[in-house]
């Protein structure tokens, strides 16, 4: 699943992070925190490698 905005690409990416063990899962907050919890790595790393050119800064509800 492609992520719709940047901010959400980047909350992947941190979480995706602290899945691998890179960072600690302590540092996530928000978004990121949530997504660690509830998504698997496969998901986690499909919405973090989504491009980034195009996307707007952060998606509007509608």
């Given at each position: 699943?492609?992520?719709?905005?940047?901010?959400?690409?980047?909350?992947?990416?941190?979480?995706?992070?602290?899945?691998?063990?890179?960072?600690?899962?302590?540092?996530?907050?928000?978004?990121?925190?949530?997504?660690?919890?509830?998504?698997?790595?496969?998901e986690?790393?499909?919405?973090?490698?989504?491009?980034?050119?195009?996307?707007?800064?952060?998606?509007?509800?509608?």
């Amino acid at each position: 699943m492609p992520a719709k905005s940047k901010s959400q690409q980047k909350a992947a990416g941190a979480a995706l992070s602290a899945k691998r063990g890179d960072t600690k899962v302590s540092d996530l907050q928000g978004a990121s925190k949530q997504m660690y919890e509830s998504m698997s790595e496969k998901e986690l790393d499909d919405m973090a490698s989504t491009e980034r050119e195009g996307k707007p800064e952060h998606n509007s509800k509608s």
